[in-house]
């Protein structure tokens, strides 16, 4: 097994990659051991992940669906705190690793697809982007889809929705990541720094979001 981010061999490595962070309720998304080694695992977690999770934007989020971390502390938010969202160029890294740990969530089941991935050229400028913090800003879309503490029904179950993502085709098969965090939704690129295409299928699919649509669409 290689590393999806730093191509290195690592079938050494122990740690378990959450594609969206633990600290914002994900315990079901996961990437086999190995998928992402230690050392990039770490990186994220410290270089990307945590100053989303400490801007004001976050904590307030997490503080209001009272989602502890993983040590079981809800984070403190007052309103003095402001609700400044993340750094662009920050939540664009982000996403762009979680777009590529999707593009891997949804290819575990395919023999090879551990090689595919790693050495997939198409992705070469998303990877540097996420990792190594190469290159301009990754533009990304946002809008809100629900209420953050929306209650939804499901026959006679209730939940609330904290986090869903998705792959979109283009028509001109671009991949694109859609992920909903809290009721916002966010789609980026992965295969180059520009949205026309998705801009194009919105305007076809009357500005639904990608992952609202039926499957055949
Ligand atoms: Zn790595």
């Not at 971390?69 to 996403?95: A, E, H, S």
């Amino acid at each position: 097994m290689r590393c999806i981010f730093c191509k290195q061999d690592s079938s050494t490595s122990v740690s378990v990659e959450h594609i969206i962070p633990e600290s914002l309720g994900n315990i079901d998304h996961v990437l086999p051991v190995g998928a992402v080694c230690d050392g990039c695992n770490q990186y994220f977690a410290r270089k990307v992940e945590r100053q989303l999770l400490e801007s004001p934007m976050f904590r307030l989020l997490r503080a209001d669906m009272a989602i502890p971390n993983k040590r079981g502390r809800i984070p403190p938010w007052v309103p003095t705190d402001g609700t400044d969202r993340p750094d662009y160029r920050q939540m664009g890294r982000f996403l762009a690793k979680v777009g590529l740990e999707v593009l891997a969530f949804k290819t575990l089941s395919v023999p090879g697809w551990n090689n595919e991935l790693v050495d997939q050229p198409a992705l070469e400028e998303l990877r540097r982007f996420a990792r190594y913090n190469e290159g301009p800003d990754w533009p990304f879309t946002v809008r809100s889809l629900h209420p953050v503490n929306a209650i939804f029904s499901d026959g006679n179950q209730s939940f609330e929705l904290l986090h869903e993502f998705d792959i979109l085709l283009t028509r001109s098969s671009e991949a694109c990541l859609a992920v909903s965090i809290f009721g916002i939704e966010m789609v980026l690129n992965l295969g180059c720094r520009e949205n026309d295409g998705f801009r194009r299928w919105l305007e076809e699919n009357n500005w639904v979001s990608p992952l609202y649509v039926p499957r055949d669409a």
